[in-house]
């Protein structure tokens, strides 16, 4: 299975990549939202792990392109943040942007872990 990284921290990426890679997964990854979207429309991956803030498009105004240009495709989306820490910026994020899991940084794997077995059954 495919899924996108998409985050302007180099370690962030490489950690989260790591993880998916161990578990058999194709990794995509982009350092901002602009390459992610391209990387998305191209190869349209089952699985999205957006940082909620990067340069030139954040994860939110991607996944609003996204959804206005393939309506759809509809991947699991995990939105990662550092900086949107409250349940009000979950609730919108679950609601308006339609994402999966809303994780805050640091991230730790057995988080991951947990969330790819709950959205990613093996043999579901």
């Given amino acids: 299975m495919r899924v996108l990284v998409a985050d302007d921290s180099r370690v962030f990426r490489l950690l989260v990549a790591e ?14 939202g602009r390459e992610a979207l391209e ?6 991956p089952v699985l999205l792990v957006l940082d ?16 206005e240009k ?11 943040t550092a ?3 409250s ?15 809303y994780l805050e940084k640091p991230l730790e794997p057995d988080t991951l872990l947990a969330l790819l077995d709950k959205h990613f059954p093996v043999g579901g």
Avoid: C, H
């Fill in 39 to 44: 990387m998305v429309l191209a190869s349209r």
């Fill in 19 to 32: 993880i998916l890679r161990d578990r058999g997964w194709d990794v995509l990854e982009a350092t901002n």
């Fill in 83 to 85: 900086v949107y820490k």
């Fill in 52 to 67: 909620a803030l990067m340069p030139l498009l954040s994860g939110f105004e991607v996944l609003t392109k996204l959804r």
């Fill in 87 to 101: 349940r009000r910026w979950e609730s919108e994020a679950r609601t308006q942007y339609e994402v999966d899991e």
């Fill in 70 to 80: 393939l309506p759809t495709y509809r991947p699991k989306v995990f939105m990662v």
